[in-house]
């Protein structure tokens, strides 16, 4: 996961190219180190850029592997799939970049009273933060950002910093005005439509809340109760994406990781997701993953194959790769927050009794999301998916199994989305899942990502080592 942060500012100046004059974005970036010389028209593209490609490349391949949604085929990621990582494996610089422009962004809007620049400013840096803290736990956040007035920021409790960022999030949904100058174009998610980052910003809030059951439900309660009914991200239209371009230097990263086709093996489908699927019969089983062509001697060329995790050499049997048109766009849209997301969460908020809607309902329409999101459309195949006993919401059944089938269907959904997926199971444990095997931690799964070691060697503030087979705040504690 070493991320090499001078390639991805690259990207992000092919796709600038792309939108405005070349010539005039780099003339605005003469002196890199000078935020007067930036402006939020440049700042915030620059931080969507950066940070997706960070979450959907190399946070999503480690959480995907980690989840068991795919699994090392070769030994390219052998080390991550067998949990065999160190801290120098991690890197904190995605502070120095975009969570940086994203900071920037808000302080210019502050600066020019511009309630859209910093109101969409501060509900991105919100987002950014909620995913750093989920899979760090606790890190920097109060001293955060502060340049060379702190050079060595000191540690918050993951506790503290989730209110703390709903604050965030409400200081720039209170600042967002539709009668006012946006963004524009320049916003590479919702091309500065007011609208669409109140519901983003509501549907962070939905998530971040529903995160907490397990150490506030209370608080949690209360949260869930409070934006449900607000204006949330509720069609496929709606959905907080980022596209990536056709430019060899700006990729979706999970096509990169194919392009070579040397290494179009690396990654397989993992037997857990196959499993679950293919004991559903579910339609998205093909649409997730090709079929085992041409085979390995001895494997059948029909099949699809899902592979345990933690192998340490190539599977005799033969293993499927993703399908071609998950990994030969290069344009391929990475998802942030979308409906079929909303839904499930939605759906679990009235199985808790925390709405008033319908958790059946809720719950067929994250499926049906989710079935669309990846080609399938037609209703009689959805409808007889949705009819069947293993599918079928459990509405006379209590409020376990009820959650259980939530969470294993949002589990299905949240395919390459392994960051988020990741953080679920973690919270609900569903599903129920075994350690890879030759794994290094003695048989106990990763629950956390290793604090980076530029971290341990130049913060005098740094807390401490904390082992990856422990929880953050939210998480369950599975290794018990």
Not at 36 to 64: C, I, K, W
Not at 266 to 291: G, V
Request: charge should be negative.
């Amino acid at each position: 996961m070493k991320i090499y942060i001078k390639k991805i500012y690259f990207v992000f100046t092919i796709l600038l190219c792309s939108l405005f004059s070349c010539e005039d974005f780099l003339d605005v970036n003469e002196n890199p180190n000078n935020p007067t010389d930036s402006e939020p028209e440049y700042l915030l593209p620059s931080s969507q850029v950066v940070f997706m490609t960070l979450h959907h490349g190399a946070y999503n391949r480690t959480a995907s592997l980690w989840v068991q949604q795919l699994a090392s085929s070769y030994s390219q990621y052998e080390e991550e799939d067998t949990y065999d990582v160190q801290p120098s494996f991690f890197s904190f610089e995605v502070y120095m970049t975009a969570l940086e422009d994203a900071a920037m962004v808000v302080q210019k809007g502050v600066e020019e009273e511009d309630p859209n620049i910093e109101g969409i400013g501060r509900i991105w840096q919100a987002y950014m933060f909620s995913v750093v803290t989920d899979l760090w736990g606790d890190i920097p956040f109060t001293d955060a950002l502060q340049g060379r007035e702190v050079i060595q920021p000191k540690y918050d409790e993951q506790s503290e910093i989730y209110p703390a960022i709903i604050g965030m999030i409400d200081a720039g949904l209170a600042k967002l005005n539709e009668d006012a100058d946006s963004f524009g174009s320049a916003d590479l998610i919702y091309g500065g439509d007011v609208q669409s980052w109140v519901k983003f910003a509501n549907s962070l809030k939905l998530r971040m809340y529903m995160r907490m059951t397990n150490v506030a439900p209370a608080v949690a309660e209360e949260g869930v109760r409070s934006v449900v009914g607000q204006a949330l991200i509720t069609e496929a239209s709606e959905n907080a994406e980022l596209a990536f371009g056709t430019d060899p230097q700006n990729e979706n990263p999970i096509y990169q990781w194919h392009a070579d086709p040397s290494r179009r093996g690396d990654l397989a489908a993992s037997r857990t997701i196959y499993t679950l699927l293919s004991q559903r019969n579910d339609p998205r089983l093909e649409a997730y993953f090709q079929r085992n062509t041409p085979a390995i001697p001895g494997a059948d060329a029909d099949e699809i194959i899902g592979i345990p995790n933690g192998l340490k050499q190539n599977y005799p049997a033969g293993f499927s790769i993703m399908n071609s048109n998950l990994i030969d766009d290069p344009t391929r849209p990475a998802p942030i927050i979308t409906a079929r997301e909303v839904y499930f969460l939605r759906a679990e908020a009235a199985v808790r009794g925390w709405s008033g809607e319908s958790a059946a309902e809720l719950y067929n329409s994250g499926i049906e999301a989710a079935m669309n999101a990846f080609g399938i459309t037609d209703e009689s195949a959805i409808a007889n998916y949705l009819a069947r006993p293993n599918v079928a919401f459990p509405a006379n059944a209590g409020v376990e199994a009820q959650l259980n089938a939530i969470w294993t269907q949002k589990y299905l959904a949240l395919f390459l989305q392994g960051v988020e997926a990741y953080s679920e199971w973690r919270r609900t444990g569903v599903p129920a899942i075994s350690p890879a095997r030759n794994n290094i931690t003695g048989g106990e799964f990763p629950l956390r990502f290793l604090y980076p070691q530029t971290e341990s060697e130049r913060n005098s503030n740094f807390p401490g080592v904390e082992q990856i087979t422990e929880p953050v705040w939210w998480g369950l504690n599975l290794n018990n």
